[in-house]
């Protein structure tokens, strides 16, 4: 029996001691609950905590396995990104608009965790609708960093970076539009997986940009990325979307060895605008992936830098259509004594949203009215055609892209909430791969300033297998990825 404390265990291992009976999923469910309780003010990292629900979870999943009936992650604690509906439970993407919002129904990849027997700690904070890279866009307040309470956990999933970081769950989930898994999984040392467009279903998973939307796993090791993975893909007719594409066993070819894999390295990614303290992290890291049997070839991808002006007018676009069922109404918070039905729209609206929202309402909302959809919708659509090309282009010199996830490690809270464009350039290396649809990945590369660096990894469609099995080989060799925040050890 193993004495490492269930915290510092990855999924892979709390899976192995579930089945020889090391301890019950209740002992491990509570531990986690506990540690929850204890650790999380300083945090803010979950909305709802469902400890009760947790529990009862736990002793079915108890029961199935006396049974015979396990599952490989039956029995294992989750933290649920607040954004994907929880039947029963408080579902609100950290918007005053959702604050009351009870679900009816289970979101697709809460279906396939259930059905795997998982457990479910609670929902996580994030930015409001999804939208930012500090989660200091939350009704619910910002998350703090468990590196640094002074510092952003990056967003817009910084609620399941920060609890995973902290160890109050063992793994979380994430949604990355244009990089809200893996900008902040670097940002707080974990392995982050945003998979190919149409891998893992939608279905109930709150819109924000419905062509660039993922969800992914934000995990400790790339190992427990793909047993997360297993669970969540697949086909779903629910979500017209979703892409009827075999899932392997994402777990089958980690071992595999580097040897001959061809490393691009995208030189518009090592320019002006990265920190010379992250590329220091990221060049020791290439040399380390050399070490396996790499070989690294140096790639261009020219108009990477349109991808944040093309992105800040197609999400927006398709956020001002999605946003538009919130109207007190049919959905959401609703004022209170509307004079008028127009008056009950505006106000509902107006005292719902908050300020990024609004933001990216109004910015859409212009970029799709008549007289400008051509110039800018039409033109940023042509222009996420050109990013596609360039990296069909580079994936013909080599099997997987690698660079910085982010230019800088965490920021302070507050650093950049007033300037909307320096938020939005945190995200110049993770948006391109959602233009093009592509997988893409974080895993921890070491520290600068005492600080995690993330490096990001970039593969073709349907790559997750190879980009998981280069992760998991260079976690073999590193041990980066178990550093874990000295006040949460
Ligand atoms: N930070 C980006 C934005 O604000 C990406 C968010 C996301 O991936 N959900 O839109």
């Known amino acids: 029996m193993s004495t490492t404390p269930l915290h510092h265990q990855t999924l892979a291992d709390l899976a192995r001691g ?4 090391d301890f019950s999923s209740r002992e491990l469910t509570q531990h986690f609950l506990d540690r929850i309780q204890r650790l999380d003010g300083g945090l803010n990292a979950f ?9 009862a979870q736990a002793d079915a999943a108890d029961a199935r396995r006396g049974r015979g009936e396990a599952a490989p992650l039956t029995g294992v604690p989750f933290a649920q990104k607040d954004i994907f509906c929880t039947e029963g439970v408080k ?16 979101a697709a990849v809460i279906e396939q965790f259930n059905a795997a027997g998982a457990v479910m700690l609670g929902k996580t904070n994030m930015d409001e609708f999804a939208m930012g890279s500090s989660n200091e866009t939350s009704f619910y307040g910002p998350v703090k960093n468990p590196w640094d309470k002074t510092k952003v956990p990056g967003g817009s999933s910084g609620g399941s970076a920060a609890a995973v970081a902290a ?21 707080c040392n974990l392995t982050g997986l945003k998979p190919t467009y149409g891998r893992v279903s939608r279905w109930g998973m709150i819109a924000f940009a419905s062509s660039l939307d993922q969800a992914g796993p934000m995990a ?11 669970v969540m893909s697949g086909h779903d007719a629910r979500d017209s979307t979703s892409i009827d594409y075999p899932v392997p066993d994402y777990t089958a070819n980690l071992n595999d060895s580097l040897a001959g894999l061809r490393i691009g390295l995208p030189k518009q990614y090592f320019g002006e605008g990265l920190d010379a303290s992250v590329a220091g992290v990221i060049d020791a890291a290439i040399t380390e992936l050399k070490k396996l049997g790499a070989t690294v070839v140096e790639i261009d991808l020219p108009t990477s830098h349109l991808a944040v002006p093309a992105y800040y007018v197609i999400a927006p676009a398709e956020c001002s259509s999605n946003l538009s069922r919130f109207d007190g109404v049919r959905f959401g918070h609703r004022c209170e004594m509307p ?4 008056d009950l729209y505006k106000r ?4 719902g949203f908050g300020a990024e929202v609004k933001r990216r309402i109004m910015v859409g909302t212009y970029a799709l009215s008549a007289g400008y959809y051509d110039a800018y919708y039409l033109q940023a659509q042509k222009v996420r055609r050109l990013i596609k090309e360039d990296f069909e282009r580079a994936f013909e010199k080599c099997d997987v892209i690698a660079g910085p996830t982010s230019p800088s490690v965490a920021f302070g809270l507050g650093e950049k909430q007033s300037n909307p464009i320096a938020m939005y350039l945190s995200d110049i290396y993770t948006i391109a791969t959602n233009l093009a649809g592509l997988p893409g990945m974080s895993l921890p590369a070491g520290f600068t300033a005492q600080l995690p660096v993330g490096l990001q990894l970039i593969g073709n469609y349907w ?20 550093q874990i925040p000295a006040d949460f050890a």
């Open 18 to 21: 579930l089945e020889r009976r």
């Open 47 to 55: 909305i709802t905590v469902c400890a009760d629900q947790a529990l």
């Open 91 to 106: 579902t609100t993407c950290a918007s005053k608009m959702l604050d009351t919002f009870i679900s009816p129904y289970n």
């Open 167 to 187: 160890r109050l769950a063992p793994a979380a989930t994430g949604t990355d539009t244009g990089g809200s898994i893996r900008q902040p999984a670097a940002l």
């Open 220 to 230: 400790q090791t790339a190992e427990d990325a793909a047993l997360m993975l297993n």
């Open 339 to 342: 004079r008028d039905l127009e």
């Open 348 to 351: 509902s609206r107006a005292e």
């Open 463 to 482: 790559s997750e297998a190879k980009l998981l099995n280069v992760a998991h080989r260079y976690q073999q060799a590193t041990d980066w990825h178990r």
